[in-house]
């Protein structure tokens, strides 16, 4: 299918709550990642600029329902009834924001310093895995709520230097082989720390040859193109002032080409789509090209619209213009 | 979130099966409504708590708060049962310990199986290799005869590593859950087994990432890195002895050969051949009353203690050291300069090293130790340098070293005149040469450059090559 237009993704994501996903297996497996598909599907929306053609009662009743997503502890689940954990928190976190409700950040962010190791690492839980991802989770999160202070932010920064490879890019914990989408975490996490002291043109290069002859970026060598890694790593090179660095009308193309023509986006051209990658579709191409598509400015750094970041003082240094 | 859902193979369902499937839907909800009274204790713990959660884990094995629950249970027992050997020494409290780690390590692996990269089971699996670990000091606190033998399990553990890598050679959570086992129990072997994973497939880029860690861990030891580099005259971020990396060299050539179409070998061969990079001094760009500007090969960092400086003879306060880029502005006491001596330090030479080499913040610390001498004249100063002959000699090594391998790469470009990898590759390594060049013969940088150019122009040509513009402006500042 040759694409070289944004089809309106709007009924397909307004769409992602009624019946027709019951019948899928998936939708019921699922079940822990509502957190996370509400962020990716409200976002998403918000790219299209739509986030007002949601009903104020739909929005009501997702804030109920996030509110009671958080547990004793001050962290969140990824549904209601299930046990806290960093990335859920921060999902939350950040759908709070989109659908401007309030959550109890205090008892969050305590939830997420607490998770912050001796050697600047971050848990996922209080279960012990230790993750880029966790880190990245834990500088946005407590950046966006203006509790900083409650980290070590140089120890961080410290960690994830330490995931850095032989070839410029880096993994998701020390000696992990490098991969696209621990580019995004670990420059998010440097990034927000202030802290690029880091080979730059190295890792962009690296990025660079993450590019395949269709447009779309592979996460590692020898693997296939997949529409997320538009986000993770092109959001990553806007960050370091390098958008150049990779053809990105080649890119572009391949993110409408990953289109499907019902509505959504999928990993690659052809296959079925779902939230996931039509939300990482919708912000790159809002990177990429923003006006041409009319979708809402996104921030690189947060992952939110900067319509919304505008209104928070504590991320002012972070949001480029 | 799905990966790889073909569309055209999506089916369409009969009413029938849409029932059906409703139906299983209605079960999963129905079961996990369930499981959380249970976890809540809002109604009574099933009489086998195991048996319930494995129940649970095998109808939806992502959800975290199942496992959670798991270990709960597990360590209540493990602690019970723990107690019971303590006191008592139980032999039957002893056999319930180990078939309750036997089994858990089962099941795992069933669902792995099904789930090779989630990293739910990786760490549930890791939580159980922990576990194990105490157990196994408890039990042989105890005295009794240990028959759990925690290294025969870690050995299972890599041979589950192996399998599971046949079965997909680049699945990162094994290759990392692999790595952590060893800092468990080594068994060593890792040169053995990454060798035997690249020649079953020379594009397996996984295999050569995890060498170039086994490199830089097991051949920078601080013990033996200072004689080491007394012996085989090591003079960059080197992980292995030159004879070594010559012969890694050929075997990544051998990969390249095989499959010029893979990214990941040029990859390994650019930073095999990007290590071994001299360090060191070039000219003498400027000198004052009260500073000198000293330039480099290469960009420079954490050189703060590598310069002494001499006034005639008499040794000069440093005040302070500035660097801008290839560039260090050394500062010291307004004086008159009779006859200004700079001697270079290899840091690691002087002071050892206290921690393995592995970042590239490190490279600094191996300058080429020599002595600046800068003598003054009606038309301004003349500076001559001194290196000692071992390192000139390893230089002039690699040096010839980088020549065979741009004739290599030059090789690969005649046979893949459309393949950008080779001539992106000739442009890092003319980098090297570049810089190696200038301890050698400055005069002759001038002609790498202009074969570098040329290559560039090569590049624009292909497949409408992006970076080819960026490295033609790197090069052309030359």
Known sequence: ???????????????????????????????????????????????????????????????????????????????????????????????????????????????????????????????GEVDARFSYCGLSSLTLLNKRDLIDIKKAANYIKKCRNFDGSFGGIPDAESHGAYVFCCVGTLYLCEDLSFNIDELAMWIHERQTSKGGLNGRPEKLADVCYSWWMYSAL???????????????????????????????????????????????????????????????????????????????????? | MMHGQSKSKAETLSEEEIKLRAEKGQQILESLDYFFKVRKNQVNQPEDQLAFSELMAKLCPEIATIYNYRREVLQTKFDHLGQLLSESKSIEAYKQLLKLIQSE??????????????????????????????????ITQINQDNQFKLIEAIKQEYELCSKMLDRDERNFHVWNYRNWLSSICAFGKEDEFTKKKIEQNFSNFSAYHFRSKFFMKNYNKSE?????????????????????????????????????????????????VGVVQPFGFTKVEKVSNNSVTVQFNRAVSNVENSFELFNNENALKIMDIKIEGTNVIISFEDQQILNLKIKIINQIYQNGSLETMVSEDEFSKFLVPSEINIKFDNEGFQFSNTIQQEYNEAINQIDKYLDENLEFIKQVIEEEKQNRFPYIQILYLLQFKLRTQKLIDSSKSKDIVKEALQHCEQLKKIQNDHQAQFLYEFWSQF
Request: aromatic share 10%; proline share 4%; net charge negative.
């Open chain 1, 1 to 127: 299918m040759n694409q070289q237009q944004l089809i309106n993704h709007l009924p397909y994501l307004m769409a992602l709550d009624n019946s027709k996903d019951l019948e899928s297996i998936g939708y019921y497996l699922s079940e822990h990642l509502k957190v996370a598909g509400g962020y990716w599907t409200i976002n998403a929306i918000g790219c299209l600029n739509k986030i007002d053609q949601i009903s104020e009662e739909k929005k009501q009743q997702l804030s109920q329902w996030l509110k009671q997503c958080q547990n004793e502890d001050g962290g969140f689940g990824g549904n209601t009834n299930h046990d806290s954990h960093i990335t859920n928190t921060h999902y939350a976190i950040l759908l709070s924001f989109l659908l401007g409700c309030e959550l109890n950040y205090e008892e969050a962010a305590k939830y997420i310093a607490s998770r912050q190791r001796k050697d600047g690492s971050f848990e996922g839980d209080k279960w």
């Open chain 1, 238 to 321: 806007c960050l370091l002032k390098r958008e150049q660095w990779i053809n990105q009308q080649a890119l572009e193309n391949y993110i409408l080409e990953c289109q499907d023509s019902d509505g959504g986006i999928a990993d690659r051209p052809n296959n079925q789509p779902d939230v996931f990658h039509t939300f990482f579709g919708l912000a790159a191409l809002s990177l990429l090209n923003g006006d041409k598509y009319q979708l809402n400015p996104i921030d690189p750094a947060f992952a939110l619209p900067k319509s919304i970041l505008i209104n928070i003082p504590a991320v002012n240094r972070f949001i480029q213009s």
């Open chain 2, 105 to 138: 390590f089962m099941l795992i692996a069933i669902l792995l199986k099904q789930h090779p990269k989630s990293y739910t089971l990786w760490t549930h699996r890791q939580w159980m290799v922990l576990r194990s670990q105490e157990i196994d000091q408890l």
């Open chain 2, 224 to 272: 033996t890195i200072l004689e080491r580099i007394k012996t085989e005259q090591i003079l960059g971020l080197i992980p292995l002895p030159f004879s070594r990396l010559k012969e890694e060299t050929e075997l990544i050539q051998q990969a390249i050969y095989i499959q010029p179409k893979e990214h990941g070998v040029y990859l390994y061969h650019r930073w095999l």
